[in-house]
């Protein structure tokens, strides 16, 4: 079992930037490929970032690359997402996911994730 708290979110000017963070109980954390998804009011989720549990391998969606960084300290069983040039449609509820894959540069971009957290909203005001 892993549950995962996300916190960092806020409200920021466009053009500013944001950490966000991820942390997982359990011991097992290391063992997990994470990722990022985000809804916005009315919309589906959808997917933002994802990492393998090595941290060796990373996926973005095309609306955030170049803008978002996400990385992960297996030792403070936490991940980030470093959001930076944020726009407006870039508002949104985040949530952060957990999935047991055993490759270490496996990823998972669907929201097919074994566990999820409650989500930390980011509104960005233009």
Same mark, same amino acid.
Request: net charge positive; aromatic share 12%; with cysteine.
């Given at each position: 079992?892993?549950?995962?708290?996300?916190?960092? @979110?806020?409200?920021? %000017? /466009?053009? &500013?930037?944001? #950490?966000?963070?991820? =942390? +997982?109980?359990?011991?097992?954390?290391?063992?997990?490929?994470? @990722?990022?998804?985000? %809804? /916005?009011? &009315?919309?589906? #989720?959808?997917?933002? =970032? +994802?990492?393998?549990?090595?941290?060796?391998?990373?996926?973005?969606?095309?609306?955030?690359?170049?803008?978002?960084?996400?990385?992960?300290?297996? =030792?403070?069983?936490?991940?980030?997402?470093?959001?930076?040039?944020?726009?407006?449609?870039?508002?949104?509820?985040?949530?952060?996911?957990?999935?047991?894959?055993?490759?270490?540069?496996?990823?998972?971009?669907?929201?097919?994730?074994?566990?999820?957290?409650?989500?930390?909203?980011?509104?960005?005001?233009?």
């Amino acid at each position: 079992q892993v549950q995962l708290v996300e916190s960092g @979110g806020g409200l920021v %000017q /466009a053009g &500013g930037s944001l #950490r966000l963070s991820c =942390a +997982a109980s359990g011991r097992t954390f290391s063992s997990y490929a994470m @990722g990022w998804f985000r %809804q /916005a009011p &009315g919309k589906e #989720r959808e997917f933002v =970032a +994802a990492i393998s549990w090595s941290g060796g391998n990373t996926r973005y969606a095309d609306s955030v690359k170049g803008r978002f960084t996400v990385s992960r300290d297996n =030792a403070k069983n936490t991940m980030y997402l470093q959001t930076n040039s944020l726009r407006s449609d870039d508002t949104a509820v985040y949530y952060c996911a957990a999935v047991r894959l055993s490759h270490p540069l496996s990823i998972r971009t669907s929201k097919d994730y074994d566990y999820w957290g409650q989500g930390t909203q980011v509104t960005v005001s233009s």
